[in-house]
Nanobody
Framework: QVQLVESGGGLVQAGGSLRLSCVAS????????MGWFHQAPGKDREFVSA????????YYADSVRGRFTISRDNAKNTVYLQMNRLKPEDTAVYYC?????????????????WGQGTQVTVSS
């Protein structure tokens, strides 16, 4: 089993930055694809970003491309999401997810493990 714990959320003004971290425990995630998703109140969960096990391939939702950067440190069993130029519409709970399986990394269904989420609130 893999446990994922997110941190780094908070309240920030529009235009500001936050860095989310997702620390894994239980086993190494060096062979896991990892993703970030978010869910705003009253809305469905949405894909934000994903990164391959090696870190060589990254994916972004159109809404965050150019503002967010996903990265990973396999030695620390940790994945990061650097969020810059935040907008009020980025307000949501952000979830980290991981899977050792292949597949379409923007689809939540392929992920086997999920964290509890961290709240990000962007004020206008």
């Amino acid at each position: 089993q893999v446990q994922l714990v997110e941190s780094g959320g908070g309240l920030v003004q529009a235009g500001g930055s936050l860095r989310l971290s997702c620390v894994a425990s239980g086993r190494t995630i060096s062979n896991y694809a990892m993703g970030w998703f978010h869910q705003a109140p009253g809305k469905d969960r949405e894909f934000v970003s994903a990164i391959s096990s090696t870190g060589l391939t990254t994916y972004y939702a159109d809404s965050v491309r150019g503002r967010f950067t996903i990265s990973r440190d396999n030695a620390k069993n940790t994945v990061y999401l650097q969020m810059n130029r935040l907008k009020p519409e980025d307000t949501a709970v952000y979830y980290c997810a991981g899977t050792p399986r292949g597949g379409q990394m923007s689809h939540g269904e392929i992920y086997d493990y999920w964290g509890q989420g961290t709240q990000v609130t962007v004020s206008s």
